[in-house]
């Protein structure tokens, strides 16, 4: 596989900015999402796997086929000049083959990072420190194979997700996480659900990757989250819920009262349309 000089330059750029300051990303879906997101400022696009299969009529939870979701990737990557980084959920099968197919069709779309889960299936038991470090060194293996040796790898633990084991050593097993991923070839650390800041700030003291937290409405703010040495910031879902929240109330409104004042503000369809000019 032949990887461009531009892709290889938005994996560079990458790098930088999240070594630079800490680096925000609203989650993109689609085309459309991820222009208005790069429109607003966003300095990356990282995609959301639960958006993303809900557009196209699938649940989350790898309900979507790696097919799907490299197709999608695409669209996504041609919307914007920024770098982007793709959620690839558990990499769409449990062995070292699915996640090299997984890397290689992510770099094939032209993306420049992907997030790997740990879990077997979503909230539920996770494979081994020992298979996930062998997964995760195998789409790093692939990613030097395609040509794109600066793939972003941002290795995701669902240790508080999935709440494993006892409470009080939830810390201790993803800090062994943090490190054996680091060993195999990981960039970043995921670990969605912890909100809590003295948590954070112990793992991110302690960990050899930087540490992604995923911010949430009632949780702690960006700056909160980047005293306490969060690196890099996301907000999964939550854009695309939003935007069908907003849907569904516009709908709800005309069908139940015949008013439409929800629509006053959105973003005209000439704004829109410039976006793809």
């Known amino acids: 596989m032949a990887v461009d000089a531009r892709t290889k330059e938005k994996a560079r750029r990458f790098r930088e900015l999240a070594l630079e300051s800490v680096l925000v990303l609203p989650n993109a879906w689609d085309a459309a999402s991820a222009a208005v997101i790069a ?105 030097v194979e395609a040509g794109l040796p600066e793939l972003v790898i941002n290795a995701r633990t669902d240790v508080y997700l999935s709440q494993t084991g006892a409470a009080e050593y939830r810390l201790g097993e993803a800090l062994d996480r943090a490190v054996a991923y680091a060993e195999a070839g990981a960039d970043s650390f995921f670990v969605p659900a912890l909100l809590d800041l003295d948590t954070l700030r112990e793992l991110a003291e302690a960990s050899p990757l930087p540490l992604n937290a995923l911010a949430m409405p009632g949780g702690p703010s960006v700056a909160e989250l980047a005293q306490a040495g969060v690196r890099r910031i996301s907000l999964g879902a939550g854009v695309a819920r939003a935007a069908y929240s907003a849907a569904r109330e516009a709908a709800l409104e005309l069908l139940n009262e015949g008013t439409f004042k929800g629509l006053e503000g959105t973003l005209e369809a000439s704004h829109l349309n410039s976006l793809f000019s």
């Open 39 to 143: 429109e607003a400022g966003a300095r990356a696009i990282a995609t959301s796997s639960a958006a993303m299969a809900w557009s196209l009529g699938r649940g989350d939870g790898q309900k979507m086929s790696r097919e799907e979701m490299a197709r999608a990737a695409a669209r996504v990557v041609a919307a914007v000049e920024l770098p982007v980084t793709v959620d690839a959920e558990a990499g769409y099968g449990p062995t070292e083959e699915d996640a090299v197919a997984t890397a290689t069709a992510v770099i094939a779309a032209g993306a420049i990072g992907l997030n790997l889960e740990d879990s077997t299936v979503p909230r539920g038991p996770l494979f081994t420190v020992e298979r996930q470090s062998a997964r995760i060194r195998a789409a790093r293996a692939a990613a």
